[in-house]
């Protein structure tokens, strides 16, 4: 058994909760604001995945983890959190073999080292749970091919993967067909806990609708004794878009060429400070937040308000008479200010090979006995028994 100095344990999770709050202090919502109070609501169950494909960069952590954490800790005591590092999803596209093993154990101590708690929450890996593959395989078979044709997500995937410029360079001849059918995988994922509410961010709510098809689609087709599974809804969460500092037409992006343009959690201070000076701004004197004609320095606006919990018009008041130079060195001190924890916390739980290994068995220990009673119901109503 690998334990931890609990003094250690408390500060860390201490540290957790406030750059939670520093980040969403603003008044923006989570699954919270739709929290009954009532006795008698109904618990949630609560999933969500994230690809193991390199460390998660700012854009990450601000647009999906933090959002994560704050779902953990606003959680009602009946509440099922279920959060899965989705391996299967990364073989969509080519992996090396090695690198990819590596990013499943990387990808686990992101999720600690950000403050999810496998006490609270299920923490596992999808690749070690064969139900999501069984329930997908199901799922397959009643997906009509008109459905999967309108996904249109695939191509954004292929774009980025090969750097192309948008999607008009990439065509159905590079198209596998576990790219093809993925948005089937994750409806499994979702359905193989009866998941109630999925955290998607805007690009991914097309396949939480194909979720939901499917759901109706199976309930429809065998309904005997009522449905088998509940239709997810999709939970807004707070957060914050942050571009690429060097092309901030676009998102920030694990697979964009140049390094500089995206700032990951296990950044340097140093490096933190060198992507943000080298950020692209404009020459216009004045700060102010202007997203269509100075993306650039608006984009370094929405990253300080997200580190200080700020509205980007008060942070942009704050500059108004300063130059590009001061906003830059205030990012980088926030940005610092909030990544140090998590980075520190990150590189101590690499070393922990054991304890990452208990958490990842007995996560996934949890998430097969859930999913297994899930699989025992389909594969009665299908004839499968």
């Known amino acids: 058994m690998f334990t931890r100095c609990s003094a250690c344990l408390t500060q ?7 750059i939670v709050t520093n980040a969403t202090s603003s008044g923006r919502r989570g699954l919270s604001s739709s929290n009954s109070t009532s006795p008698d609501a109904k618990p949630r169950v609560v999933f969500s995945g994230i690809q193991p494909t390199g460390i998660p960069h700012l854009g990450n952590f601000f647009g999906a983890l933090l959002n994560w954490v704050k779902l953990q800790n606003d959680a009602r005591p009946g509440d099922r959190l279920i959060f899965s590092i989705v391996g299967w ?3 969509t596209l080519p992996q090396d073999p090695r690198a990819l093993s590596t990013a499943r154990r990387d990808m686990l101590a992101v999720l600690l080292a950000i403050g999810l708690d496998p006490k609270r929450s299920i923490i596992f890996h999808q690749d070690s749970n064969p139900n999501h593959t069984e329930l997908a395989w199901i799922l397959n078979c009643l997906t009509p091919m008109g459905k999967l044709r309108r996904m249109t997500t695939w191509k ?4 980025a993967s090969r750097n192309a410029n948008d999607e008009s360079e990439v065509d ?3 198209l596998n067909a576990g790219l093809f059918t993925y948005p089937v995988l994750q409806a499994a994922d979702i359905l193989a806990y009866k ?3 999925v955290p998607v961010g805007e690009d991914q709510e097309q396949h939480l609708e194909l979720s939901r098809d499917l759901a109706d689609i199976f ?13 997810p ?20 992006s694990k697979s964009a060429p140049d390094a500089n343009s995206r700032i990951l959690l296990t950044d340097s201070t140093s490096t933190v400070k060198k992507k943000i000076r080298s950020a692209v701004t404009d020459s216009i004197t004045g700060i102010t937040y202007d ?77 097969r006995e859930i999913s297994e009673e899930t699989l025992r119901g389909v594969r009665a109503r299908v004839g499968l028994v």
């Open 12 to 18: 860390w999770r201490h540290n957790a909760r406030q």
């Open 89 to 91: 999803h990364a073989l």
């Open 156 to 159: 954004s995937r292929l774009a």
């Open 172 to 174: 159905e001849s590079l």
């Open 195 to 197: 998941a109630t509410h």
């Open 219 to 231: 309930n429809r087709s065998f309904h005997a004794d009522g449905p088998t599974f509940p239709l």
């Open 233 to 252: 809804q999709h939970v807004i969460t707070p957060s914050r878009r942050v571009l690429s500092l060097k092309d901030p037409s676009s998102k920030m």
């Open 291 to 367: 997203p269509q004609t100075r993306p650039g320095t608006a984009n370094l606006i929405t990253i300080l308000a997200a580190c200080t919990g700020e509205d980007t018009l008060a942070v942009a008041a704050r500059y108004a008479d300063k130059g590009h130079g001061a906003l830059k060195a205030g990012v980088a001190d926030a940005v610092e200010e909030v990544l140090k924890g998590p980075r520190a916390e990150f590189e101590r739980l690499k070393g922990e090979r054991g304890y990452l290994d208990m958490v990842a068995r007995e996560g996934t220990e949890r998430a």
